[in-house]
């Protein structure tokens, strides 16, 4: 069965430090691979998605960056971080367009 | 800029009253529509979907959406509510053929016993 992993669950980073989140996913093979910021009444905003190694799409300008250096793994990075940083982050995978999207149990990043 | 709209992000209601909840999208083509439901303190769970054929799509827990293409609508429904669906739900998105999966802003649903 395909499983999705996240982490770290919980982060508290100082003003400036760099920033590296963590996705991965098994069971699977040349997944979509998504990044989302969850924050109370503004839903999920798409960050950034990839649809194969090396290939990463942005959504917003922005602070952070992403990679997928392999297949099944896609990390999300800062190198600076600012206040407004500060979030939920999910990560999730589907296996094509009109797939069911699965989701990572979240990353509560706190910059300060 | 495309986008998805979902109003009246906080709903509260007693059981068995009827739910519904409204989507929009602005993407001009053929679209891929889900709904998801997010339970406290559980991760992000699919409820239906619709990508081609009947525009009336029955999901999980007696929840249906009907997708009305001429209002570019994706409209969740269910006739009477349990507590237990106190949730926040979430209308996406893509457009056929791109793998931008995008979301709305979310109905925080509270259903009061």
């Known amino acids: 069965s395909q499983t999705i992993h996240q982490w770290p669950a919980t982060l508290v980073q100082p003003v400036g430090s760099p920033l590296s989140l963590e996705c991965t996913v098994e069971g699977t093979s040349n997944p979509n691979l998504y990044w989302y910021r969850q924050a109370a009444g503004r839903g999920l905003q798409l960050l950034f998605y990839s649809v194969g190694i090396g290939q990463i799409s942005s959504e917003v300008p922005q602070n952070l960056s992403a990679s997928r250096p392999q297949d099944r793994q896609f990390i999300l990075s800062s190198k600076k971080l600012l206040l407004s940083d500060s979030g939920f982050y999910l990560c999730?995978?589907?296996?094509?367009?009109?797939?069911?999207?699965?989701f990572g149990q979240g990353t509560r990043l706190t910059v300060v | 800029a495309q986008s998805v709209s979902q109003h009246n992000h906080h709903v509260i209601l007693s059981e068995a009253a009827s739910l519904e909840l409204g989507c929009n999208y602005s993407?001009?083509?053929?679209?891929?529509l889900f709904w998801y439901v997010q339970y406290p303190g559980q991760h992000l769970q699919l409820l239906l979907k619709y990508f081609s054929g009947d525009p009336l799509v029955k999901g999980i827990k007696g929840f249906e959406a009907e997708f009305i293409k001429s209002k570019f609508s994706f409209n969740l429904r269910k006739p009477s509510v349990q507590w237990s669906d106190t949730a926040e739900y979430f209308c996406?998105?893509?457009?056929?053929?791109?793998?931008?999966?995008?979301f709305g802003k979310g109905n925080q649903v509270v259903v009061i016993p």
């Open positions: 993407y001009g083509g053929t679209v891929n």
């Open positions: 999730a995978w589907e296996k094509g367009v009109g797939a069911e999207a699965f």
């Open positions: 996406a998105v893509n457009l056929d053929g791109n793998n931008r999966l995008a």
